[in-house]
Nanobody
Framework: QLQLVESGGGLVQPGGSLRLSCAVS????????IGWFRQAPGKEREGVSC??????????NYADSVKGRFTISRDNAKNTVYLQMNSLKPEDTAIYYC????????????WGQGTQVTVSS
């Protein structure tokens, strides 16, 4: 089965940067849309960003709360999707999950185990 493994979480000061990685077990990313969700204690999971499959055009989208600060990208040779997070705020603190869908961004069908991001001084 398709597996997703997140890494790169940690503790960072407000205004700092962090880069999350999502390693995908599939042989190619051409047919998978990869997204990032996050969940803070007591809150529902929130969609953060997504990039559609290369065969669907590779378009990206972002939640309004992170637009202009976060950037999603892919490295097809490494079967990896990245989430570059800049200008981090304490409200970005959450467990971040990598997700996968078939071709187009939408409701995830596969989830990674999550990686903790903490933004605090």
């Amino acid at each position: 089965q398709l597996q997703l493994v997140e890494s790169g979480g940690g503790l960072v000061q407000p205004g700092g940067s962090l880069r999350l990685s999502c390693a995908v077990s599939a042989s190619t990313l051409d047919y998978y849309a990869i997204g990032w969700f996050r969940q803070a204690p007591g809150k529902e999971r929130e969609g953060v960003s997504c990039i559609s499959s290369s065969s669907s055009g590779g378009s990206t989208n972002y939640a309004d709360s992170v637009k202009g600060r976060f950037t999603i990208s892919r490295d097809n040779a490494k079967n990896t999707v990245y989430l570059q997070m800049n200008s981090l705020k304490p409200e970005d603190t959450a467990i971040y999950y990598c997700t996968a869908a078939w071709r187009s961004c939408g409701t995830p069908v596969t989830w990674g185990q999550g990686t903790q991001v903490t933004v605090s001084s």
